[in-house]
């Protein structure tokens, strides 16, 4: 992977979050607030950069 794309790159990072965060049986609320946030930001990096 490279890091000249850097729509690749969030979602290849965003796909990784997801695969461990399912590995995760139980998340804390916070953690879900964090991932919904942190979705939010790369979805709105990537349409910027458009």
């Known amino acids: ?5 850097p729509v690749a790159a969030a979602n290849d990072t965003s796909k990784r979050a997801k695969g461990f965060s399912a590995q995760q049986k139980v998340k804390p609320k916070y953690v879900a607030k964090l991932e919904s946030l942190l979705d939010i930001a790369i979805r709105e990096l990537v349409q910027n950069i458009d």
């Open 1 to 5: 992977m490279s890091f000249d794309d």
